[in-house]
T-cell receptor
Framework: DTGVSQNPRHKITKRGQNVTFRCDPI?????LYWYRQTLGQGPEFLTY????????KSRLLSDRFSAERPKGSFSTLEIQRTEQGDSAMYLC?????FGRGDTEAFFGQGTRLTVV | AQKITQTQPGMFVQEKEAVTLDCTYD???????LFWYKQPSSGEMIFLIY??????QNATEGRYSLNFQKARKSANLVISASQLGDSAMYFC?????????????FGQGTELSVKP
């Protein structure tokens, strides 16, 4: 296993279109996170999964955003009716949560979305 | 509210010299973790070093060390013997508590440039 994989690496879409991104975490990691990073800023938390359960969603995640993690493996992040403000880098990370602890999170290379 | 502050938007350092990147944090939790990540131009967030709030010794990982001053709520990253490949964005992040899901709160980052 070579790490967290995200596809596509780049996506250009027209405003109003729907887009879907995929994240494949490190295989034994039960926690999966999505973050959004705009230019010049640090990543901002969007949502996270413990296995297949989505346990927390940020208020940044509007109704146009939906994330799934069927079977607790890969995850998808869909944005409906994209807006120019959605242009950002979308980062996926995974970690091994255990008991009351957690390992460090490992990040993928991100999907850069440009809405034109 | 939990917050990470990085006050240095950009830093320059001469190759082979040491550099300190500042990070202060704010939390009401007694148990938390502090992380540093490196983000080269390729976009991937690379984990560098971790410090737990109950760790009495400062963390070290090769050329990276974390100067943890709990009373001052600071967690500065020290890079010794800088290399040209160290040029990148550096982000300080905090993970709160145990059983908090493991999400990270990031600072705005410091862009480090290493001069030959």
């Amino acid at each position: 296993d070579t790490g967290v994989s995200q596809n596509p690496r780049h996506k250009i879409t027209k405003r109003g279109q729907n887009v879907t991104f995929r994240c494949d975490p490190i295989s034994e990691h039960n926690r999966l996170y999505w973050y959004r990073q705009t230019l010049g800023q640090g990543p901002e938390f969007l949502t996270y999964f413990q296995n297949e359960a989505q346990l927390e969603k940020s208020r940044l995640l509007s109704d146009r955003f939906s994330a799934e993690r069927p079977k607790g493996s890969f995850s998808t992040l869909e944005i409906q009716r994209t807006e120019q403000g959605d242009s950002a880098m979308y980062l996926c990370a995974s970690s091994l949560g255990f008991g009351r602890g957690d390992t460090e999170a490992f990040f993928g290379q991100g999907t850069r979305l440009t809405v034109v | 509210a939990q917050k990470i502050t990085q006050t240095q938007p950009g830093m320059f350092v001469q190759e082979k010299e040491a550099v300190t990147l500042d990070c202060t944090y704010d939390t009401s939790d007694q148990s938390y973790g502090l992380f540093w990540y490196k983000q080269p131009s390729s976009g991937e967030m690379i984990f560098l070093i971790y410090q737990g709030s109950y760790d009495e010794q400062n963390a070290t990982e090769g050329r990276y060390s974390l100067n943890f001053q709990k009373a001052r709520k600071s967690a500065n990253l020290v890079i010794s013997a800088s290399q040209l490949g160290d040029s990148a964005m550096y982000f300080c992040a905090m993970r709160e508590g145990l059983n908090q899901g493991g999400k990270l709160i990031f600072g705005q980052g410091t862009e480090l440039s290493v001069k030959p």
